[in-house]
């Protein structure tokens, strides 16, 4: 199995700040790396497709680099509604797994 | 509208069985390929099964392997997972999401509301 880790567990960030989350796989996923954004009591929110690939409606302020084990997301500048839990996924083969998230909060 | 709606949750007892059901509208549900996630109350994301377009592949994690069967009625347009010998730690909202872009694998694009499910006796 695949395990993936984020890094930080909780990021405190300034609205209108950067901030920069990592994943890492433990072993090469190519670029089949998914970001999802989850707020509480809702379901989670495609943000990040093919490591760099914003989702459809996704703001240009999220991006996502990376390929192989080392993988970021990126918020360039921080808005109210995106404090919120953020999640790695890899699909580089059928047993999907998820990194543990990191929560992004309000400094 | 895409939509993934959910239905089947709620209280059973350890090594009871439930089945939740997904219904999908908005899109042409038979060209999808669909999983089940879950979420333990406070804890992270948990893929638990994936099923192709036509049934032909069909996976699950290890962790439900053997006591989970998840199906699909394209004609309903509807997903189903059948979870058996259920245990506490079973115990988590359950959702269903569409495979992007039609491909067998890859990111989840459309996710459902989830339905609860508790294990307790």
């Known amino acids: 199995e695949i395990v993936m880790t984020q890094s930080p567990a909780t990021l405190s960030v300034s609205p209108g700040e950067r901030a920069t989350l990592s994943c890492r796989a433990s072993q090469s996923v190519s670029s089949s790396l998914a970001w999802y954004q989850q707020k509480p009591g809702q379901a989670p929110r495609l943000l990040i497709y093919g490591a760099s690939t914003r989702a459809t409606g996704i703001p240009a302020r999220f991006s996502g680099s990376g390929s192989g084990t080392e993988f970021t997301l990126t918020i360039s500048s921080l808005q109210s509604e995106d404090f919120a839990v953020y999640y790695c996924q890899q699909y580089n083969n059928w047993s999907y797994t998820f990194g543990q998230g990191t929560k992004l909060e309000i400094k | 509208e895409v939509q993934l709606v959910e239905s089947g949750g709620g209280l059973v007892k350890p090594g009871g069985s439930l089945r939740l059901s997904c219904a999908a509208s908005?899109?042409?549900?038979?060209?999808?390929?669909m999983n089940w996630v879950r979420q333990a109350p406070g804890k992270g994301l948990e893929w638990v099964s994936s099923i192709s377009s036509s049934s032909s592949y069909i996976y699950y994690a290890d962790s439900v392997k053997g006591r989970f069967t998840i199906s699909r009625d394209n004609a309903k347009n509807s997903l189903y997972l059948q979870m058996n010998s259920l245990r506490a730690e079973d115990t988590a909202v359950y959702y269903c999401?569409?495979?992007?872009?039609?491909?067998?694998?890859?990111?989840?694009?459309?996710w459902g509301q989830g339905t609860m499910v508790t294990v307790s006796s």
């Open positions: 999401a569409r495979v992007h872009g039609g491909s067998y694998v890859d990111a989840f694009d459309i």
């Open positions: 908005g899109f042409t549900f038979s060209t999808y390929s």
